[in-house]
């Protein structure tokens, strides 16, 4: 998401360099994940059954939403422009008690 925010462009370019700049860490992490449960598919008792079912879902979900939901739902609905944020500023004021947090405005390009 904060990739898609960052770029500029149309929805669908920006989709498609998020897609290509991130897409492969997805998988890759999906992936490895996925290896690392493997071997509680062998044990017999229910638990590592319930267990690598569990994961193998939660992975599967996981990896389907990052790559094609979330991308479809970005091209329909994302934002056209891009927003610049700056950053929350901290600063201490010699009579002020405590840190405080000011807020900058947003502005939009």
């Not at 998020?18 to 690392?36: K, W, Y």
């Not at 017999?44 to 994961?55: D, E, M, V, Y």
Request: glycine letters at 8%.
């Amino acid at each position: 998401m904060h990739s898609y925010i960052e770029l500029q462009g149309l929805r669908e370019e920006k989709v498609e360099k998020t897609l290509t700049n991130i897409g492969p860490a997805v998988f890759h992490g999906a992936m490895s994940t996925f290896l690392g449960i493997c071997l509680t598919s062998l044990g017999s008792g229910f638990i590592w059954q319930a267990f690598f079912t569990l994961w193998t879902t939660v992975v599967l979900t996981g990896f389907v939403y990052s790559i094609w939901v979330l991308p479809v739902i970005l091209t329909v609905f994302g934002p056209e422009i891009q927003i610049e944020a700056e950053h929350v500023h901290r600063y201490t004021d010699e009579n002020a008690k405590s840190n405080e947090i000011t807020f900058v405005p947003i502005t939009l390009k």
